[in-house]
Nanobody, 116 residues
Framework: QVQLVESGGGLVQPGGSLRLSCAAR????????MAWYRQAPGKQRELVAA???????NYADSVKGRFTISVDNAKNTVYLQMNSLKPEDTAVYYC??????????WGRGTLVTVSS
């Protein structure tokens, strides 16, 4: 079983930057896809960005050009670099992993607040 441990959330002013990290911990597994989702108050959880083990990426239109997802396969860690943050980016950000045997894991979430 894979566990995901997130870090890097916090309070930032509009226009600022944050970097989220998510480490996958376990044994005898390989990651197929890692992704970041977010859920704002009163809204449904949405995909922010995803990356395959081969480095293919996918972004929500709302974050294209501002957010960058990357992965360190040796460390089983995915990063989300968030630049030019806006108040509407405020949400709980969740890490997700699709791994060996078509199994899925979720992190507990990390809060990102963009406010002056």
């Amino acid at each position: 079983q894979v566990q995901l441990v997130e870090s890097g959330g916090g309070l930032v002013q509009p226009g600022g930057s944050l970097r989220l990290s998510c480490a996958a911990r376990g044994s005898d597994f390989s990651i197929n896809v890692m992704a970041w989702y977010r859920q704002a108050p009163g809204k449904q959880r949405e995909l922010v960005a995803a990356i395959t083990s081969g480095g293919i990426t996918n972004y929500a239109d709302s974050v294209k050009g501002r957010f960058t997802i990357s992965v360190d396969n040796a460390k089983n860690t995915v990063y989300l670099q968030m630049n030019s943050l806006k108040p509407e980016d405020t949400a709980v950000y969740y890490c997700n992993a699709d791994y060996t045997g078509d199994r899925e894991a979720w992190g507990r979430g990390t809060l990102v607040t963009v406010s002056s």
